[in-house]
């Protein structure tokens, strides 16, 4: 009914960037959150950062000042900026989209399928 399609993900060196890019499409009536979560090798999915479709954010502590999240409303679409890359943000980036879907008003709750992102020299 939704789905969500990721990229942007690859290998770069410390100190390099990447843009991850998640639209999402379907049976959508509203979206209200956009974010992104990331897991790690032997660690549990942590979110990474989340944007309400009223610019609201919120931000992991071991990325502020790094990432930046936003969001395209018109595409239902949401990036995140990454500079600064460091080892330890090695990881697979998941997108998270959160809303109602057209006609039942239901809510939903989708997952993309996973970008890796790799950090090293």
């Known amino acids: 009914q939704v789905q969500l399609v990721e990229s942007g993900g690859g290998l770069v060196q410390p100190g390099g960037s990447l843009r991850l890019s998640c639209a999402a499409s379907?049976?959508?009536?509203?979206?209200?959150?956009m974010g992104w979560y990331r897991q790690a090798p032997g660690k549990q999915r942590e979110l990474v950062a989340a944007?309400?479709?009223?610019?609201?954010?919120t931000q992991a502590n071991s990325v502020k000042g790094r990432f930046t999240i936003s969001r395209d409303n018109a595409k239902n679409t949401v990036y995140l900026q990454m500079n600064s890359l460091k080892p330890e943000d090695t990881a697979v980036y998941y997108c998270?989209?959160?809303?109602?879907?057209?006609?039942?008003?239901?809510?939903?709750?989708?997952w993309g399928q996973g970008t890796q992102v790799t950090v090293s020299s």
């Open positions: 944007m309400t479709s009223g610019g609201s954010t």
């Open positions: 998270n989209v959160g809303g109602l879907l057209a006609g039942s008003l239901n809510r939903f709750g989708s």
């Open positions: 379907g049976s959508i009536f509203s979206i209200y959150t």
